[in-house]
């Protein structure tokens, strides 16, 4: 079936940078756009940026400036987002979520993955 | 960036209520809104796209309407698989913004 799986729980210090990553299977790697949406705890939704699997160009939301990569493997039908200079206000669930338009992005989100906890103390 | 604001931010009902839900956009965004049902500990499922499209598989008591700057989201006879947290999107320009969430509680 379509899915996305995500990396596993990770636990940061401050100042420290996180990559997790999202794995999809069930369909055509290239053919679908990756959104990146976090939501930090008891809190609402914050799309973060999108990436075209097929040509590799991405589009990041400015409120991470330069803090943001995401990249991707076709080899391996994965994406990345790796976020660096981590603070505790980057404690959050990391999705990813997957785009629904065919070769294009409508910016609307069809299948998500599990999410993957990012908590960053000291 | 374009700013939502969903009302109100929680609301209790009963099995069987009519529930409504609004979302207002800070800027004209035509049709472009879409809605998502969120379960605690989970990710969010996408329930309507261009403000009033129903996705395939999600219940017909759940319908939306409006264009421009003001939406709604309606439940009818809510069901108790329905209390959860709904979250509305533009997707019209980006960066791309939620709502601040409504959640819908059992009365």
């Known amino acids: 079936q379509v899915q996305l799986v995500q990396s596993g729980a990770e636990v940061k210090k401050p100042g420290a940078s996180v990559k997790v990553s999202c794995k999809a299977s069930?369909?055509?790697?290239?053919?679908?756009?990756i959104h990146w949406v976090r939501q930090a705890p008891g809190q609402g939704l914050e799309w973060m940026g999108i990436?075209?699997?097929?040509?590799?160009?991405?589009n990041n939301a400015q409120k991470f400036p330069g803090r943001v990569t995401m990249t991707r493997d076709t080899s391996t039908a994965t994406v990345y987002m790796e976020m660096s200079s981590l603070t505790s206000e980057d404690t959050a669930v990391y999705y990813c979520a997957r785009d629904v338009g065919v070769g294009v992005a409508l910016n609307l989100f069809d299948i998500w993955g599990q999410g993957t906890m990012v908590t960053v103390s000291s | 960036a374009i700013q939502m604001t969903q009302s109100p931010s929680s609301l209790s009902a009963s099995v069987g209520d009519r529930v409504t839900i609004t979302c207002r956009a800070s800027?004209?965004?035509?049709?472009?809104l879409v809605w998502y049902q969120q379960k605690p500990g989970k990710a969010p499922n996408l329930l309507i796209s261009?403000?009033?499209s129903l996705q395939s598989g999600v219940p017909s008591r759940f319908s939306g309407s409006g264009s421009g700057t003001d939406f709604t989201l309606t439940i009818n006879s809510l069901q108790p698989e329905d209390f959860a947290t709904y979250y509305c999107q533009q997707d019209y320009k980006y960066p791309l913004t939620f709502g601040g969430g409504t959640k819908v509680e059992i009365k």
């Open positions: 069930g369909y055509t790697f290239t053919n679908y756009y």
């Open positions: 990436i075209n699997p097929n040509a590799g160009t991405r």
């Open positions: 800027q004209d965004i035509r049709d472009d």
């Open positions: 261009a403000a009033s």
